[in-house]
């Protein structure tokens, strides 16, 4: 079936760094494929749509100069949290619908990000 | 997309059927019923969608209400593997879901 590969799936690093994140669709093409974050405990909440050739859209309150989203194939998208600070300690979550309106998504198995 | 409420937790005796509801009274007619699943920390799973009509695949089966106001994922004979928070969301487009808190299913023995 459709799989989608995140990478890496757990990264440490110092407070300041820039971190990138990837998601490709292995076996399937994403012209639009979707970034979430997670807070121990709750829910996922969506941060941005990535949209392949052409600008992410970031939902309202997500820093675009923060967190900058790439996709620049039909197969992979990347997400870079720039100048991490441990307020940015999550888990980072890519998906990608397989097929036409309706169809379910596919998940990345998640980046777990701790800043120190 | 419609609003979902579901319970946030539910336990489920192994190899029984674990039934777990879901309203979406506000549903519009081009909603779709989806189901995913999380289990700890790993990426959400799907498990089944629908529109009206009453949906089976190899994991779960779905039931959908008559008005659409509610549905039901069954899951026939959970095992340990199956504890996970499980999320109904309602969506007139596949891509762009919202989640809400979901229902943490606990399978004992």
């Known amino acids: 079936g459709a799989v989608v590969s995140q990478h890496p799936s757990w990264v440490i690093c110092k407070s300041g760094t820039s971190v990138k994140i990837e998601c490709r669709s292995l076996?399937?093409?994403?012209?639009?494929m979707f970034w979430y974050r997670q807070f121990p405990k709750q829910s996922l909440m969506l941060m941005a749509t990535?949209?392949?050739?052409?600008?992410?859209?970031?939902e309202q309150g997500v820093e675009k100069d923060k967190f900058l989203i790439n996709h620049a194939s039909l197969t992979l998208s990347t997400l870079t949290v720039t100048s991490a600070h441990p307020e940015d300690s999550s888990f980072y979550i890519c998906?990608?619908?397989?097929?036409?309106?309706?169809?379910?998504?596919?998940f990345g198995d998640g980046t777990r990000l701790s800043i120190l | 997309d419609a609003k979902t409420t579901q319970p946030p937790s539910m336990d489920c005796a192994e190899g029984r059927a674990a039934n777990l509801p879901c309203n979406h009274s506000?549903?519009?007619?081009?909603?779709?019923v989806y189901w995913y699943r999380q289990i700890h920390s790993q990426g959400p799973q799907y498990i089944i969608h629908?529109?009206?009509n009453n949906e089976t695949n190899e994991m779960a089966s779905l039931i959908i209400t008559e008005d659409r106001k509610s549905s039901t994922l069954i899951l026939p004979h959970a095992t340990l593997r199956d504890t996970a928070v499980y999320y109904c969301?309602?969506?007139?487009?596949?891509?762009?879901?919202?989640f809400g808190t979901g229902t943490r299913l606990q399978v004992t023995l």
């Open positions: 998906s990608a619908p397989d097929g036409g309106a309706n169809q379910p998504q596919h």
């Open positions: 076996d399937f093409q994403a012209t639009t």
């Open positions: 990535s949209n392949e050739g052409s600008k992410a859209t970031y």
């Open positions: 506000t549903i519009s007619g081009n909603e779709y």
């Open positions: 629908g529109l009206k």
């Open positions: 969301i309602v969506t007139g487009t596949a891509s762009k879901l919202t």
